[in-house]
């Protein structure tokens, strides 16, 4: 597998050995060792599959004090993946990254705790999968705002179909419960 640094250390893009021929393809989406040799420790604890069609953009996400690293990626169709910096004192806070990733590329992106995620669907539909390191916990969780100018992010989407509170969520500035940076 090939592991590509990003900007900021720790949120890392993962590209698997696939191997295929005219039958199809064949490629280990997580093999403890060799990801542990990169940083990416786990145990995961809870995987998750979500479907949306074109513009949806989900995020941006994460829990708070219960912490979550997930390991992404997309099973059909293509997003722009995002993580956000939002811990306290991080030397990149309030940088994220952001990449592309399909059915295609068979891409993952590792987002470590302390990282808000969030994806905008580029295709007409599309599946996307993730292993979390920490249980979901409802009352843990915090929405920064999708559009915060602060952060920057160009989604690729121009006019995003957004849930509820992802569209009221406040600006990274205003959420008062963000992790603190060496303690996630």
Known sequence: MNVIATAIPEVLIIEPKVFGDQRGFFYETFKQDRYAAHGIVGPFVQDNLSRSARGVLRGLHLQNPKTQGKLVSVLRGCVRDVAVDVRRGSPTFGQHVAVELSEENRRQFWVPRGFAHGFAVLSETADFFYKCDEFYSPSDELVVRWDDPA??????????????????????????????????
Not at 169 to 184: D, R
């Open 151 to 184: 952060i920057g992010i160009a989604w690729g989407v121009a006019s995003p179909s957004l849930a509820a509170r992802d569209a009221g969520a406040p600006l990274l500035a205003e959420v008062g419960t963000l992790p603190l940076y060496g303690q996630s």
